[in-house]
């Protein structure tokens, strides 16, 4: 099975959505939402509003379809219109009993949203890449699965069928997973890192041979034979890409397997090393060394103390 980089590092990160409710509104209203914790995602079902996000100097208008998602931690306010009084959601969907709430006759606009729970470690690859805002339109080609999407997950929520739980929860992966692809295919150019070298289809033979065998010992000529380039076209459009030469991104990724292996598991050093392609443990050692700053054991150490 070919492997897909991308679900590599959504799996490496342990991202996992969840939507966790929405509201109806009618006539005037607007609803002030605090600073969000984890990333926030919401998209409109009906009618549309406005959003005022604290950082953005214009107010933004979401239609039937168009999908949002806050990485920072920025709060936020979404009304009928702009400038309208606010209510507080904390007391709004408190005062609701559970994680849906009516504003006005609930008749003229429809909201769903929920959060993306990432590994408090491992979820900074993700999270430091992605920009504090993402809307995706509805005008997007991503527009029909985002419908379909939507669609289900109202479904699900409305019938309360046996298995809805977890059916709402892969709706929402989804949903996210969409988000980012929608990202990557309509934003233009992504700051160079890791998410632009995977939003290259010529990269993507030598990403996908890097991280379906992170241990073998790859060397640049086959790398760039995959993707039909030189040496030297390769290895430029690799670095313009992802900000490093391939090569360096292979053992990047493989010091973040072992940071991974060093908190969560308890196989010996040496037998990581060698996993991982090192032809001894103190070979591995330096290069944890280089790009962390620390050495594995202490790695281990302060991570166990510190979880």
Request: proline share 7%.
């Amino acid at each position: 099975m070919q492997t897909d980089p991308f679900s590599d590092i959504l799996k490496f990160t342990r991202a996992e959505s969840l939507a966790t409710g929405g509201f109806t509104a009618g006539g005037r209203w607007a609803i002030r939402f605090p600073a969000p914790e984890k990333i926030k995602f919401f998209a409109v079902v009906k009618g549309s509003c406005w959003i005022e996000l604290d950082g953005e100097p214009e107010p933004i208008r979401f239609d039937t379809g168009d999908v949002g998602l806050l990485t920072a931690p920025r709060a936020f306010t979404l009304a009928s219109a702009p400038g309208v009084p606010a209510v507080d959601a904390m007391a709004l969907f408190s005062g609701s009993g559970n994680a849906t709430a009516m504003v006005g006759d609930g008749q003229d606009f429809e909201h769903i949203g929920g959060h993306v729970l990432l590994d408090p470690t491992s979820g900074r690859l993700l999270r430091d890449v992605l920009p504090a805002w993402i809307h995706v339109p509805a005008t997007t080609p991503q527009a029909a699965s985002f419908r379909w999407l939507l669609g289900q997950l109202m479904d699900e929520r409305a019938a309360s069928l046996p298995g809805s739980q977890l059916a709402s929860a892969q709706l929402a992966q989804l949903l996210f997973i969409q988000i980012l692809r929608a990202h990557l295919n309509n934003s233009g150019p992504a700051p160079t890192g890791w998410l632009r070298a995977l939003g290259e289809p010529r990269l993507a033979p030598a990403l996908r041979l890097m991280h379906g065998d992170p241990g073998r010992a790859w060397h640049l000529e086959e790398l760039a034979e995959a993707c039909a380039m030189s040496r030297t076209t390769f290895a430029s459009r690799f670095k313009t890409a992802a900000g490093v030469a391939p090569l360096t991104y292979l053992t990047e990724w493989r010091m973040r397997l072992a940071q991974r292996a060093l908190r969560e598991g308890n196989l010996p050093v040496a037998t990581m090393a060698q996993s991982l392609g090192y032809t001894s443990e103190s070979a591995f050692s330096n290069a944890f060394k280089r790009i962390t700053g620390t050495s594995p054991k202490t790695y281990r150490i302060t991570a166990r103390a510190g979880s």
